[in-house]
């Protein structure tokens, strides 16, 4: 699939998607790292694991107390600051596309270590309840 950016998006990465969204067994992905090749024409997966870690794609867990146990789907994207302007656009434009594509909705971008510190992921994947 080509977006208007002009960045395909690789196959595996909706297969990545669909198994962090679907699956049910202990080896269903906890996080999903894609990275734009560094030729600017595709979007991969980089990363896919179980383990608890989150820098992209993200099903967070979290406790609400009497309201029970949650879990909610965040997309996460980190350009540092420092990246070109050009750069920058182009992972913006990709970046939204492919989150339609994966219909997640809660989103952070970061440009800053401070925006993926745990706090600030758990109080956008709840809503601000937890």
């Given at each position: 699939?080509?977006?208007?950016?002009?960045?395909?998006?690789?196959?595996?990465?909706?297969?990545?998607?669909?198994?962090?969204?679907?699956q049910k067994s202990?080896?269903?992905?906890?996080?999903?790292?894609?990275?734009?090749?560094?030729?600017y024409n595709a979007?991969?997966?980089?990363?896919?694991?179980?383990?608890?870690?989150?820098?992209?794609?993200?099903?967070?867990?979290?406790?609400?107390?009497?309201?029970?146990?949650?879990?909610?789907?965040?997309?996460?994207?980190?350009?540092?600051?420092?990246?070109?302007?050009?750069?920058?656009?182009?992972?913006?434009?990709?970046?939204?596309?492919?989150?339609?594509?994966?219909?997640?909705?809660?989103?952070?971008?970061?440009?800053?270590?401070?925006?993926?510190?745990?706090?600030?992921?758990?109080?956008k994947a709840s809503?601000?309840?937890?």
């Amino acid at each position: 699939m080509s977006l208007p950016s002009g960045v395909s998006i690789a196959d595996d990465c909706i297969t990545a998607f669909r198994e962090l969204r679907f699956q049910k067994s202990s080896k269903k992905p906890r996080f999903i790292i894609y990275k734009i090749t560094d030729d600017y024409n595709a979007v991969i997966v980089e990363e896919s694991s179980p383990e608890q870690d989150y820098e992209a794609v993200y099903d967070i867990e979290y406790d609400l107390g009497l309201e029970g146990k949650r879990s909610k789907i965040v997309f996460i994207t980190w350009v540092p600051r420092e990246t070109s302007t050009k750069v920058r656009m182009i992972y913006a434009s990709t970046k939204e596309q492919l989150r339609r594509f994966v219909d997640t909705k809660p989103s952070i971008h970061a440009d800053d270590p401070d925006e993926l510190e745990w706090k600030t992921v758990l109080k956008k994947a709840s809503d601000g309840k937890a």
